[in-house]
């Protein structure tokens, strides 16, 4: 079976083609470094592979933008839409639902082994959803949390997993100051954070 894999880590790379030449059963046909690049290997394939393996971080592009791309891509050629793993050491779990919620049939933390990288595989291919159990602990606990704020709370939480300051929150959502600060004391009360690297972690 054929793999797209779309990283721009050349070392990191070459592991997950080394794992898979292993098995025997899967091969990495196509590699990309961005999702121009990606989109262009899906337009001239004569095939879509049978997985596509996805990095988040890509230089300048945003990983999440691939998966309605491809939706978007497989409904005007009327061809099915292969299988995303997304394969990522990015652990933001608004990120990871976005991910799920946009199509990815799984999630695996860049940290996993070789085992678990061919359990994620085979499981997507039997076309359940994998996520592994780091990030599977990752989203109930970010569940848990977001579930206390309202959404202006939640929209500078982000902010400030953005590393943006407080006057750049200020100017993002149109809102004075002091109105940051509140939103910040009550989103520390409800989560039992002290520092803005505390709020980063969860």
Same mark, same amino acid.
């Given at each position: 079976?054929?793999? &797209? ?8 790379? $070459? ?5 898979? /030449? *292993? =098995? ?6 196509? *590699?990309? *470094? ?12 004569? $095939?879509?592979?049978? &997985? ?18 491809? +939706?978007?891509?497989c409904q005007n050629k009327k061809i099915p839409k292969p299988p995303v793993l997304v394969c990522s050491a990015l652990g933001d779990v608004f990120k990871i639902q976005t991910a799920l919620k946009s199509g990815a049939a799984g999630f695996l ?9 061919? /359990? ?17 602990? /990752?989203?109930? +606990?970010?569940?848990?949390?977001? $579930?206390?704020? =309202? +959404? ?6 982000? &902010? ?7 006057? *750049?929150?200020?100017?993002? &959502? ?15 009360? +409800? =989560? ?11």
């Amino acid at each position: 079976m054929e793999v &797209l894999l779309i990283d721009d880590h050349p070392m990191l790379n $070459a592991g997950i083609i080394s794992i898979l /030449k *292993q =098995t025997r059963l899967f091969k990495v046909c196509a *590699q990309a *470094q961005s999702l121009k690049e990606a989109m262009y290997i899906l337009e001239k394939a004569n $095939a879509l592979p049978s &997985l596509i393996i996805l990095d988040l971080l890509l230089g300048e592009d945003n990983g999440l933008d691939f998966l309605p791309m491809l +939706k978007d891509f497989c409904q005007n050629k009327k061809i099915p839409k292969p299988p995303v793993l997304v394969c990522s050491a990015l652990g933001d779990v608004f990120k990871i639902q976005t991910a799920l919620k946009s199509g990815a049939a799984g999630f695996l933390s860049k940290t996993g082994g070789r085992e678990e990288l061919l /359990k994620a595989i085979d499981t997507i291919l039997e076309g359940r959803t994998y996520i592994s159990d780091e990030v599977n602990l /990752k989203l109930k +606990k970010g569940s848990s949390v977001y $579930a206390r704020f =309202t +959404k202006r709370e939640m929209e500078v939480f982000e &902010l400030i997993k953005g590393n943006k300051t407080n006057k *750049q929150i200020a100017e993002a &959502l149109s809102i004075n100051l002091r109105t940051v600060e509140n939103h910040i004391s009550k989103i520390y009360f +409800k =989560t039992g954070s002290s520092s803005r690297e505390e709020l980063r972690k969860l």
